[in-house]
């Protein structure tokens, strides 16, 4: 503990952590990680050379003076730094993980609780075990809160990104069928986020509960809620409204005034992320103007629950991940949308899913089938089940995208969903 104070010491007199020599910050602390197919220990000095105040490397050889600080371990040193540095805070730290939703979710609560309190929220999805740390690490005096994602792959995971983070506060979205690969199943994905709910009991903390869902309710039995959902017994209560192709909804908190919020979120699907921040804003004494203010300003992007008028269709793009939950969720509500237009579902491949691959695929084209929805698959996993479809496939997006180009599609509303490495987003401009 005396190195990481010692090195906490020489953070207070930099400007911030880089880990990259491509992005270094002036007065930095650079921290050269180790990885499979690289050791950053090589660029140490090139990283002093440009600018930063110290460089923290596990390779004595690489050491030149004492600008170099020796660790025996770059990564654990950084995550062990992180969680010294987040002691130094007495605030609410409030941990979000899920299969769906959780960084739509994370960037709904932090539009709340930044328009009330400065607040510290996970840049994009950095939320694996580099992401938690620097994400603590840009904690400040000014922050009244702090707001961490945290993702997993494996079983302990989260047990692990908790343990660093410390947090006071707990949401799971919810627990679906992702990442099953490594997971080992279903069974695992379970173990793995309620790693969240472990920590918490074990900690005293409390969990934001999503009431409508069982399996949530069960996983977080003696556990301090706090709950939100549809359900009359949730502390805050929401309703959907219509069938637009923006989320609208009304929702009550224990104060008793119902609110209606107009968002630009596409999809049904959202609302209980949105019903997630609107509950946590309450918690924390958001005035409720507030809470609607901030959440029908935020915009969605990154290829995100985002609504795109071409000018020769509508495009519904959620292409920046899927498992066989949400694109169950997606093929829903996008049937149950009332549109003006005929409807096309460009469908791409789901990614991690391991043994369970074909059967999930499978169960996508029959779902689709079943709902009425006209779909184009698109990926080597649908591919592999082409005799079970009912519409075209292409092998993968460069493939579709001549197809489409050769033969455009106009006057259509296009739902756009697949896991990222199906890279749908590049057929943007064949419609």
């Known amino acids: 503990m005396q190195e990481i104070a010692s090195l906490h010491s020489r953070l207070n007199s930099c400007s911030g952590v880089c880990t990259d020599t491509r992005h270094l910050l002036a007065n930095g602390m650079f ?47 950084l995550q062990e730094l992180a969680r010294y540095h987040r002691r130094q805070f007495d605030i609410p730290v409030l941990a979000i993980t899920g299969t769906n939703g959780k960084t739509t979710t994370k960037e709904l609560v932090h539009e709340v609780l930044r328009a009330d309190r400065p607040t510290l929220a996970t840049v994009g999805n950095f939320n694996n075990h580099i992401g938690v740390p620097l994400t603590l690490l840009g904690l400040s005096r000014e922050h009244e809160i702090a707001i961490v994602e945290m993702g997993a792959n494996h079983v302990g995971d989260i047990a692990e990104l908790v343990a660093i983070a410390e947090p006071t506060h707990g949401l799971i979205t919810n627990i679906g069928r992702a990442h099953l690969e490594g997971f080992g199943g279903y069974e695992g994905v379970v173990r793995a986020k309620t790693e969240l709910y472990h920590y918490l009991f074990e900690h005293a903390g409390t969990a934001f509960l999503n009431a409508d869902d069982d399996l949530l309710v069960e996983k977080s039995a003696g556990l301090r809620t706090s709950t939100y959902g549809t359900r009359e017994t949730s502390s805050t209560k929401g309703s959907l409204h219509g069938a637009g192709a923006f989320l609208s909804f009304t929702f009550r908190s224990e104060l008793g005034i119902e609110r209606q919020v107009h968002t630009r979120l596409i999809g049904a699907y959202n609302l209980q992320n949105a019903l997630a921040a609107a509950h946590i804003g309450a918690y924390f004494r958001v005035p409720e103007e507030t809470i609607v203010s901030a959440l029908e300003g935020y915009v969605p992007g990154n290829n995100r629950s985002q609504y795109v008028d071409t000018g020769r269709n509508r495009l519904i793009l959620d292409a920046y991940n899927a498992n066989p939950s949400s694109m169950r969720a997606a093929l829903e509500n996008f049937a149950a949308m009332s549109s003006d237009l005929p409807k096309l579902a460009v469908m791409g491949g789901m990614k991690e899913l391991g043994a369970e691959s074909r059967d999930e695929h499978m169960a996508v084209i029959k779902l689709a089938t079943d709902l009425g929805v006209k779909a184009i698959y698109v990926g080597p996993e649908f591919e592999a089940v082409r005799n079970s479809l009912s519409g075209s496939v292409h092998p993968d997006a460069d493939a579709a995208l001549r197809a489409f180009s050769a033969d455009p599609i106009t006057g259509h509303l296009v739902l756009l969903k697949g896991s990222r490495g199906t890279r749908l987003e590049t057929l943007i401009p064949a419609f």
Do not use: I, K, W
């Open 31 to 77: 921290f050269a990680f180790r990885g499979p197919n690289y050791n950053a220990n090589t660029f140490a000095g090139e990283a002093l050379g440009q600018g930063c105040a110290y460089a923290v490397v596990d390779d004595p050889s690489v050491v030149r003076d004492d600008r170099f600080v020796l660790v025996p371990d770059v990564l654990r040193s």
